[in-house]
């Protein structure tokens, strides 16, 4: 069986596709969960060595060789991660993940919301978390 074509990446050239722009970011934030916005951008940079971070949507944000996840500052408690398939809505199928820890909030076929309390309750779903990173980039 021939493997799959390998993806070109798209270009992420600008100076905000850098994980110094979004390092500036953190360092200007004014977030009372600013801790666990760090701790989320952890997180999901060790749950794949492919993932690279930028600021896009004016939050912290995570690719492939796509954008799939920015981060959700504007949460009234805790904060949010949006997990895409980039800047447009796809057609055809949803995003078949398994989430044992029944993380996702599907806002549609292909768009989810993973909300934390703060940073202990990231803290106590990590797990689950990383798996369902490492799913959602395959379908990106």
Avoid: C
């Avoid at 953190?26 to 060790?46: D, F, G, S, Y």
């Avoid at 939050?59 to 997990?83: C, D, M, N, Q, W």
């Amino acid at each position: 069986m021939t493997p799959p074509p390998a993806r070109k990446p798209a270009p992420h050239t600008t100076p905000a596709d850098t994980t110094q722009a979004v390092d500036a970011f953190m360092h200007a934030l004014k977030h009372p969960h600013k801790a666990a916005v760090q701790r989320l951008r952890e997180i999901i940079l060790a749950a794949d060595g492919d993932i690279a971070e930028g600021v896009k949507w004016n939050a912290p944000s995570f690719r492939t060789h796509e954008y799939f996840a920015t981060t959700y500052l504007r949460a009234k408690a805790g904060i949010g991660l949006v997990l895409h398939l980039g800047a447009k809505a796809r057609a055809g199928g949803g995003v078949k993940i398994d989430d044992p820890g029944d993380l996702l909030q599907w806002l549609a076929k292909d768009r989810a919301m993973v909300t934390f309390a703060d940073e202990a309750d990231l803290a106590a779903r990590r797990a689950a978390l990383t798996g369902i990173i490492r799913q959602w980039i395959a379908h990106v």
